[in-house]
T-cell receptor
Framework: DAMVIQNPRYQVTQFGKPVTLSCSQT?????MYWYQQKSSQAPKLLFH???????NEADTPDNFQSRRPNTSFCFLDIRSPGLGDAAMYLC??????????????FGPGTRLTVL | AQKITQTQPGMFVQEKEAVTLDCTYD???????LFWYKQPSSGEMIFLIY??????QNATEGRYSLNFQKARKSANLVISASQLGDSAMYFC??????????????FGKGTMLLVSP
């Protein structure tokens, strides 16, 4: 089945220790997104890639970076995690990002704990 | 600015009954789309149903239907014959096109649905 996969499902890191979250997709979609979702809140878009074109949201902290080496994979790097970065990180994909019919399909998420 | 409002923090329903989850939205754009997602405690956001602003018919997907009232700017989700597995957080979301040419998705705050036996 075509899907969005995130690894690991649970990640524990120490304050200030860099961490990388991984997302892969078998849908062959052009667009990949990273969302941050804190407890009892709605997901918040951090950035997205349209193919290799990177688009950062204006309020995404510099501490968050992303890489997309190929169509299938996308990584979220948190350079110096703080306690406030503990959250669920959701990866999503869509075929396009230029219309109002583009359904986003989400992975299972990575729950990040910062000690 | 575009906005999605879900006024019900939590809803309770008995198994096999129908339930309506409310969603209102605000936009001045004529072209937009509305989604409902389900998020169980495991965390995955599961796409349920989509309604386009120009669609004449209300969307339906199995036990899910979207009651789209464009003049009232509401897009309520109706779940018929509730099942225990329907217990989850439900998010309403709206997609619209930015001036950059990209489209963006904005979520409401969600409604927690609990289905009891």
């Amino acid at each position: 089945d075509a899907m969005v996969i995130q690894n690991p499902r649970y990640q524990v890191t120490q304050f200030g220790k860099p961490v990388t979250l991984s997302c892969s997709q078998t849908l062959n979609h052009n667009v990949m997104y990273w969302y941050q979702q804190k407890s009892s809140q709605a997901p918040k878009l951090l950035f997205h890639y349209y193919d290799k074109d990177f688009n950062n949201e204006a309020d995404t902290p510099d501490n968050f970076q992303s890489r997309r080496p190929n169509t299938s994979f996308c990584f979220l790097d948190i350079r110096s995690p703080g306690l406030g970065d503990a959250a669920m990180y959701l990866c999503a994909t869509s075929r396009e990002t230029s219309g109002v019919t583009d359904t986003q399909y989400f992975g299972p998420g990575t729950r990040l704990t910062v000690l | 600015a575009q906005k999605i409002t879900q006024t019900q923090p939590g809803m309770f329903v008995q198994e096999k009954e129908a339930v309506t989850l409310d969603c209102t939205y605000d936009t001045s754009d004529p072209s937009y789309g509305l989604f409902w997602y389900k998020q169980p405690s495991s965390g995955e956001m599961i796409f349920l149903i989509y309604q386009g602003s120009y669609d004449q018919q209300n969307a339906t997907e199995g036990r899910y239907s979207l009651n789209f009232q464009k003049a009232r700017k509401s897009a309520n989700l109706v779940i018929s014959a509730s099942q225990l597995g329907d217990s989850a957080m439900y998010f309403c979301a709206m997609i619209w096109a930015l001036s950059s040419g990209y489209s963006t998705l904005t979520f409401g705050k969600g409604t927690m649905l609990l289905v009891s036996p």
